[in-house]
């Protein structure tokens, strides 16, 4: 069965969707709903933008409560916010080890982070103590955060506004469906 939709272009029939099955129906559907939340296109491309840039920090225990605040700050969508950030934790994790070795290089300790290894760390601290090796690693992690901070503009920035149009495309087509299921 085919529903006519009537509109200033004319009669056209526009297919029946096909069934929804059950894990559309009841996970699917109320996940998608939860990410969109009612947020405008430009809202919802700023959250996957800063979503993804608190991603990929170089830190570990802090990103869901920094960006936590941030989305409640922003009033964006805290749920879709840490979606991103999850989800880019693979990336996270193989992008760590650059960042620290970038950041101990910008701060002047790039020939003893070089190609530090777990082993390295444990005999750093059995020969100089754990205060020589939270030094190095602290001051690494500080570089890694200062690269991580410059990068993440750009990364923000182009993710907005190329996400922008795509989100407003995504919500038309959404409001659309709604409509037809309704007047069904």
Known sequence: MTITSISATGVRAVPEPPPRTWI??????????????GLAPSSLALTAGLGVAFGLAPT??????????VALRLKLNVAAMQVVCH?????????LLPFLRWGAT???????????????????IKTDGWGHALHLLWRAELG???????????VVLGLYVGLRPLFKKFIARQEEAEEVAVAA
Not at 106 to 124: C, F, P, R
Request: aromatic content about 4%; cysteine-free; proline content about 5%.
């Open 24 to 37: 559309q129906r009841r996970l699917v559907d109320p996940f998608l709903s939860l990410l969109k939340a």
């Open 60 to 69: 570990f225990g802090i990103t869901t409560l920094v960006s936590t605040a």
């Open 87 to 95: 989800l880019l934790s693979p990336v996270q994790l193989l992008l």
């Open 106 to 124: 910008l701060l002047g300790h790039g020939h003893e982070v070089a190609n530090l290894s777990l082993k390295q760390i444990k005999a750093m």
């Open 144 to 154: 890694a955060m200062m690269i991580w901070a410059v990068a993440a503009v750009p």
